[in-house]
């Protein structure tokens, strides 16, 4: 069990790190993708897109011989956000966040109308000062940018201690590209993953980091 490190704000993402969606919700909305792009998803595709395991999920596309600029809009148009926050919850390490000390951002992939329906549903919108979700104007993580955003919005120093908690390797990357440090909570078998992500602290569960919510002793 490590220590929990003490940080002037805490930047954080959402889907995968703090909740996650039923498979059922997953695989039903592949299988609409498929009958309107008239291609096949496998299981495995599917998990592979849906948490970007591996890495860039545009370079799993295309590697799998499908058009990334094809794809997403279909998806995003059948991605419905009632019925995908009704299919979320929370993970169970996730409440460490109502208790941290200082400025907490959500800096997340998830759309905008999606994002708000999820934390409005698990009434947890209260935990954060900030909620950036990412789009074509901010950009895409690993591009540091929505991070940078998130942190003037909650108004800290340039110089301040912070930190960017996700689940995947985008968001280490983001971290390390916005010089901040990052926590990876890894929400699945490596094996599975394909690829070891190292951030600068490596946990299974949030419990993993013992200690006050403000990291002091």
Known sequence: ???????????????????????????????RVEDRLGVTFSDRQAEVLWHGLGGDRN???????YDPETFWP?????????ARAEATYLYDDASFVAALDGPVG??????????????????????????LPCDEETGFKPDPEPLHLARADLGVDAAANGVYAGDGMSDVDAAANAGLDSIHVERH????????????????????????????D
Request: aromatic share 10%; glycine share 6%; charged share 30%.
């Open 74 to 82: 279909v998806f995003d148009e059948i991605d419905d956000a009632t």
């Open 59 to 65: 370079d799993s596309l295309r590697a799998w011989g």
């Open 189 to 216: 078998d490596p094996g599975r993953r394909g690829v070891c992500v190292l951030g600068d602290h490596r946990v299974e569960s949030f419990h993993d980091l013992a200690g006050s919510p403000s990291g002091s």
């Open 106 to 131: 959500l800096v997340t992939h998830c759309p905008a109308p999606i994002t708000d329906v999820v934390l409005d549903r698990l009434d947890v919108r209260d935990w954060f000062d900030v909620v």
């Open 1 to 31: 069990m490590q220590t929990r490190p003490a940080y002037d704000y805490w930047l954080l993402d959402l889907d995968g790190t703090l909740v996650d969606t039923e498979w059922t919700y997953v695989r039903e909305t592949f299988d």
